[in-house]
């Protein structure tokens, strides 16, 4: 009677270990699940970023520095070792994440000193100029300005190409040479003086514009109030 009473309890006991053994493997079949989903979209956005970076590097001319390069080879390193046995490694995969969210904040940073770069220029002479074509002025700068800060959508380092090259073609159109939008860039940063010599080159701005937006209007309507000032009138 004692004895099938320790066999019932033996038998209970193993029951209840097989019952312990596959809920862990679940639980372990679950969580590599999880893991691996994570890893997934590390390697998605890692891709995206690369393919941002490789746009802007070729359209935009941006630079790596050498912490970003550095950044970016500890990264793949850590990317390619977290995988083992075709499952990814949760505490790799962590630290991983953690190494990627350095990569972007360092390429913040160095994206926010070649974007001043970049644009500088060409801001501020779209400011000085705006009252010339101001609709076309307005849609410039604002595309400019929605790339100002570091960003995985593509989208937005495209249509900076598209506004800086528009702004260009705007510029050229109103036939200024490069001694006329650096004086107009530096005095929308209030960098100019009317020391330059540039009145009578300032005051033919809008006379060749393709648009004919100077046309009819009074030296005060057609020239934008910063340039007045410079010229004394």
């Not at 070792?81 to 953690?98: F, H, I, L, M, R």
Request: proline share 1%.
């Amino acid at each position: 009677m004692n004895e099938s009473i320790l066999e019932q309890l033996d038998s209970q006991i193993k029951a209840m270990r097989e019952l312990r053994r596959k809920e862990q493997k679940k639980a372990n079949a679950e969580q590599q699940k999880a893991t691996d989903q994570k890893y997934k979209t590390l390697v998605q956005q890692a891709d995206q970023y690369m393919n941002i970076l490789s746009y802007i590097r070729e359209n935009l001319g941006f630079v790596c520095s050498a912490e970003l390069v550095a950044g970016l080879r500890t990264f793949f390193h850590k990317l390619e070792s977290a995988v083992c046995y075709g499952d990814a490694e949760k505490e790799a995969v962590s630290q991983a994440t953690d190494m990627f969210k350095g990569v972007q904040n360092e390429t913040k940073k160095v994206w926010a000193k070649h974007f001043d770069a970049l644009t500088r220029k060409t801001r501020g002479t779209l400011e000085i100029v705006r009252s010339i074509d101001p609709e076309k002025v307005m849609k410039c700068l604002k595309l400019i300005q929605d790339a100002e800060a570091w960003t995985m959508e593509k989208e937005v380092f495209e249509r900076l190409r598209q506004a800086l090259d528009g702004a260009e073609a705007l510029i050229q159109g109103l036939g200024l040479n490069s001694n006329i939008t650096d004086f107009l860039s530096k005095m929308a940063h209030g960098q100019a003086t009317s020391s330059l010599g540039f009145e009578k080159e300032i005051l033919n701005i809008g006379s060749s514009c393709p648009s004919g937006k100077a046309e009819g209007k009074s030296l005060t309507e057609a020239y934008p109030k910063g340039i007045l000032i410079i010229l004394g009138k």
